[in-house]
Structures are given as C-alpha cells and as structure tokens.
C-alpha cells in the first residue's frame, strides 16, 4: 500500500505528464492527467500549500493576469472542450454542432 507522500509525488507526476501529453497534443490524455490530479489531491486533503502550488497561484477576484501552479488551468480547458468537441468524454449522449433554424 501507498504512503501519502508517495501519492502526492504521483500527483506531481501527473501534472508533469499532463504538460508532456498538452505538448504532443494529446489532449484527451492530458485532461485524464489532469482529472486524475486533481481527484487524487481532493481525496487525499492535500494542505492548502500543495494544492496553490499544483492549480492554482492567484486570487480568483484578482483582475491581473493569473499565474497558474504546475497545472495550467487554461489549458486544461483547452482539453476539455477539445474532448467534448471530439466526443472523447464520459458523456452519456455526443456533443453536436446546434443546427441553423429552418
């Protein structure tokens, strides 16, 4: 069995393959990486440090540009809709384009 300081070194490898797999443009990989992450840190009650360092780094409310932890959150929705687009999700029904009225 897994200490907790071996899960959270996974963590971290998580968000470094998460940028390997953004890079290759394999976003549907990356987005797992991405939600692996962060199930695993809310799972293991990560401290509040940990979790700044792998999401996020600035205050929602703040108006400057944001500077994002080892996960860069605007490319994880990049991956998102990227697999949405592409039906590569766990959706039950496929996303389509919506139609021009008749």
């Known amino acids: 069995m897994l200490t907790a300081e071996q899960i959270r070194?996974?963590?971290y490898k998580c968000a470094e393959a998460f940028e390997e797999?953004?890079?290759a443009g394999e976003y549907s990989l990356a987005k797992y990486d991405y939600d692996t992450a962060s199930t695993m840190a809310v799972f293991m009650e990560l401290p509040p440090e940990d979790m700044y360092e792998l999401f996020q780094n600035h205050n929602p409310d703040d108006d400057a540009d944001p500077v994002w932890g080892r996960f860069?959150?605007?490319k994880?929705?990049?991956c998102y809709l990227w697999c949405?687009?592409?039906n590569r999700t766990n959706e039950v029904m496929p996303f389509h384009?919506?139609?021009a009225p008749l």
């Open 84 to 86: 949405i687009r592409k």
């Open 97 to 99: 384009l919506p139609r």
């Open 72 to 74: 860069n959150l605007d």
């Open 21 to 23: 797999h953004y890079r």
């Open 76 to 78: 994880a929705r990049e």
């Open 9 to 11: 070194k996974k963590i």
